[in-house]
C-alpha cells in the first residue's frame, strides 16, 4: 500500500533554498511520473514539477529555472531542490504520482514551505 512522507520543510528567507524529500513505501517505478504538488492558504493544490521514469522534467512556470526535481530509485526517493525561494513560494508541499488519481486519493502529510523575513 502506497504512503509517502515528506520532509525538509521549514522557514526561509527569500532568495534562501530548501531540499525536500519524499520517502514512498512502495517502488516509484510503478508510476510512470511522481510530482510534487503545493497547496497555499485559500488556493487550489498545484502541480510545480513532475519527472517520468525517462527523466523527462516539467515545471510550472512560476518555478522553472529555480525548482529542480529529481529521484532514487534505489532509496524509493523523490527530491525537490528549491533555490530562490520566494514569499510566494509559501505553500505545504506534497508528493504524488502523476497523475494524482493513480494513489487513490491518497495524499501525505506534506511538508510546510515558510519563505519569509
Known amino acids: 500500500q502506497l504512503q509517502l512522507v515528506e520532509s525538509g520543510g521549514g522557514l526561509v528567507q527569500p532568495g534562501g533554498s530548501l531540499r525536500l524529500s519524499c520517502a514512498a513505501t512502495v517502488s516509484i517505478n510503478s508510476f510512470q511520473a511522481m510530482g510534487w504538488y503545493r497547496q497555499a492558504p485559500g488556493e487550489r493544490r498545484e502541480l510545480v514539477a513532475s519527472?517520468?521514469?525517462?527523466?523527462?522534467?516539467n515545471y510550472a512556470n512560476a518555478v522553472k529555472g529555480r525548482f529542480t526535481i529529481s529521484r532514487d530509485n534505489a532509496k524509493d526517493t523523490v527530491y525537490l531542490q528549491m533555490n530562490s525561494l520566494k514569499p510566494e513560494d509559501t505553500a505545504v508541499y506534497y508528493c504524488?504520482?502523476?497523475?494524482?488519481?493513480?494513489?487513490?486519493?491518497?495524499w501525505g502529510q506534506g511538508t510546510q514551505v515558510t519563505v519569509s523575513y
Open positions: 504524488n504520482p502523476v497523475p494524482p488519481r493513480l494513489a487513490g486519493g491518497y
Open positions: 519527472l517520468t521514469k525517462g527523466g523527462s522534467e
